[in-house]
């Protein structure tokens, strides 16, 4: 039983990193109806910002993590500007695709940069762990869904309560009508983007230090958090959240439990989960099942 | 159509058997052997292009499915004696099996989540392969016999494999129209345009999406086992994720829905990790100073040619051709009938 609550901890804690980037995900989806399949790798890119400041530029963690949201933000805003902006009237195929160049490109940059050897990331929290009931709950954990859920709240203050959430509200739900009502939808886009990817740094930088940096340390968070969003319902924040704590615990109990489950077979666990999501249930725990229309 | 698609392509075809029968008169062995693979590639993509060219699918996976064929052959020959070229259809068909139980849920994905779904096929393939290694041969791999002419033949490797990759690219490549061409092929250009009026007019999206992926996915496991049977190793790192999106970037610069187009994206697929790459990045070294062996700068240069295709020509080599016909047909017939069509050849 004991085994069972340190399980659990952990899978809280991974799930947390996984429901993260899903809600990434999905908020980069309300806003602009477009998957960013760099969204992963954009993470990966300001971690390595993040470790730079650290280790070449002399910052403490603290004020690395908060510039590395800023630079992050400030990046996202860009790249959906120079980007993906020209792509404005093209099919999805074509702006899919661009994202696709774009997770290239950040990951043959990154290896460019920074090498593409395993590097040390400090985590901010102590290697001590608190015991409850002879259950050890590290800090790190505990720091790592903290962070989270913190990021999580923020977003939902600001959705719900100031005039520019509510604008991205209205455009996500009909941009036509937001424009014609003087609300400026392309550049609500870009904020869509620099939100997205602040976010994602966040979870880069909460990843690697157990991950270790590596430019391609996000690609698999990158499916957990998919196979977490769809878990949840692609179109719902909560279900993000919920959808990424669900899988992380899940995958923690099928790796103890069940022995032929190794850490090999944790991804294909991870798309076998999603495929059974999308034959039982389509529209996830969290999502409606939406009407469409020509 | 206009007469000159439909004469165009048995003609071009023509020209290809051609230019395949002649260039190992031209060229050393050691480009007929790379031009092997751009037949290796050429039936990957063109298989990729009826999932994403004709029904509008993207998939981040196929890489893996090449992966499937090549460990299939490789298994088949090493532990159980078969012949190698009696694997290459066995390969597609495991393959295409695969792809199709993939596809059969995955499909249920409207347009760009199919794409993310398909990204975690790499992955885990990777992952498989390394938790079964009595099987797979783990991370090390499994050998294949050493490149060598069959059936009695007398000739040098490469040019049997020469022989060999291109006979099967030129029966695949037939077939591929084939299954363009007529109803099925209908129904793939019905959902690509809308998913809703192809519903309502009593196409089954899910089961065409499903069946393209499968179909695909055959391609692809035929392309792998030559692929094995050409580099004569498999390992867990022969088939990773870049080799995915590498064959995706093919398809655009082709030119997503065109089958002609495939034959360049063959050659950009092939000679971009070899010459064409370095040779981008010398350019820029001369006025910088970049190392062209650094790692990562292969990703970043055809990152950035994707994304100048993407932003010059979104429609690839096969759109500024057909441009180009379009212009000289509408200069003699003083109007415009082929540019919409999207299965020239």
Known sequence: MQQFFQQLVAGCADGAIFGSLALALVLIYKATEVINFAQGEMAMFTTYICWALITHHGFSYWPAFFLTIVIAFVGGVALQRTVIRPLERASVLTVVMATIALLVILNGLAAWIWSPQLQFFPSPFPTSSWVIAGVHISKQDAGTVGVTLACVLVLWLFFRFTKLGLAMRAGALNPNAARLLGVRTSWLLALGWGFAAALGSVSGMMVAPTVFLTPNMMQAVLIYAFAAAVLGGLESPVGAVVGGLALGVMLDMLGTYVHPVTSELRLPVALGILLVVLLVKPAGIFGRVVVRRV | MTRLTRIGGPAGFVVLVAAVLLAPLVFSHYRTYQLAFVAVYLIALVGLNILTGYTGQISLGHGAFMGVGAYTTTILVVDHGWRDLWTIPVAGVVAGLIGLAFGLPATRFAGPYLA??????????????????????????????????????????????????????LVMFPLAYLVVRGRFGRSLRAVRDSEIASTANGVSTAAVKAAAFGVSAFFCGVAGALYAIGITYVNPDTFPIDLSILLLV??????????????????????????????????????????????????????????????????????????????ATRFRRGKDASLSDPSLV
């Open chain 2, 116 to 169: 993310l779904a398909t990204f975690a096929i790499p992955l885990s393939f990777i992952g498989i392969l390394k938790r079964f290694p009595h099987f797979t041969g783990g991370n090390i791999g499994k050998s294949l016999p050493q490149l060598h002419a069959e059936l009695g033949v007398q000739a040098n490797p490469s040019l049997w494999f020469y022989a060999v990759t291109w006979t099967v690219a």
């Open chain 2, 250 to 327: 093919g398809i655009v610069l082709g030119g997503a829905g065109s089958l002609g187009g495939m034959l360049f994206g063959a050659l950009f697929v092939e000679f971009i990790r070899i010459s064409w790459g370095p040779a981008l990045l010398g350019v820029f070294s001369s006025v910088h100073h970049i190392n062209k062996n650094a790692p990562g700068s292969g990703l970043v240069v055809y990152g950035v040619v994707l994304l100048l295709v993407l932003y010059a020509a979104p429609s690839g080599a096969a759109g500024l051709a057909r441009r180009a016909t379009g212009a």
